[in-house]
């Protein structure tokens, strides 16, 4: 039963465009939602954060944009850099318990110069 | 900076054998997690730690047992290990009240 869901495998997007990675979950429980980003051979590192309080949470190039009723959020990385090829991976938690996390299966993000 | 830091990076052991899998952090962070990663199913989590001596299981404990004897140190032990165990394990750690985990570098085990 995936809780989080990425169901893209991999986007291609050209560099200088947008990027745009799709998150859905199933559980209204959580209220706390990450994105991480892992290079090959590397553990993943955090990106960006979004409470459920909010909608929207911007971080330079990176948005985060969350749904509740759809259940949804999305990464939007402008402009995109061949340096942004990696793993993404959504996250959902209860920022009450403070540790547990769900992952999604990543979505592979390549970005052509 | 917070550092996680894994024992090995790569390590290839025999069907059968008992496998330890070392972690440690920087932070005094409380919180410790070890997952594994598989193509196409993304992180899943193995078992977690709030506390020392104190450990709880995820999503797969089937296999495995862990070991949390230093508030930096969590250990994670495949009692026999088996080819299906063949998988990139990540250890992360996290402190209230911020619900942000961070990871090691990984270990990539193969069992033959």
């Known amino acids: 039963d995936q809780q989080v869901k990425q169901n893209s495998p991999s986007l291609s997007v050209q560099e200088g465009r947008i990027s745009i990675l799709n998150c859905d979950y199933t559980n209204s429980m959580f209220d706390y939602f990450l994105w991480y980003k892992k290079y090959p051979a590397e553990g993943p590192t955090f990106l960006i954060s979004i409470s459920s309080i909010k909608d929207k949470n911007e971080d330079g190039r990176f948005t985060v944009f969350l749904n509740k009723s759809a259940k949804h959020l999305s990464l939007h990385i402008v402009p995109s850099q061949p340096g942004d090829s990696a793993v993404y991976f959504c996250?959902?938690?209860?920022?009450?318990?403070?540790?547990?996390?769900?992952f999604g299966a990543g979505t592979i993000l390549r970005v052509k110069s | 900076d917070v550092k996680v830091t894994q024992s090995s990076r790569y390590l290839v052991k025999r069907t059968g054998e008992k496998v330890f899998l070392e972690c440690v952090q920087d932070?005094?962070?409380?919180?410790m997690f070890w997952y594994r990663q598989d193509p196409g199913l993304g992180l899943r989590l193995i078992y977690f730690?709030?506390?020392?001596?104190?450990?709880e299981k995820g999503d797969i404990p089937e296999g495995y047992s862990v070991s949390r004897e230093k508030k930096e140190r969590f250990s994670l032990i495949l009692e026999s290990a088996s080819t299906n165990q063949t998988s990139m394990y990540l250890c992360?750690?996290?402190?209230?009240?911020?619900?942000?985990?961070?990871f090691g570098a990984g270990t990539r085990l193969s069992v033959l």
């Open positions: 932070m005094d962070h409380e919180n």
């Open positions: 996250a959902a938690g209860y920022m009450e318990y403070g540790n547990k996390l769900v």
């Open positions: 730690s709030y506390d020392v001596k104190m450990k």
């Open positions: 992360a750690s996290s402190t209230w009240p911020k619900n942000i985990q961070y």
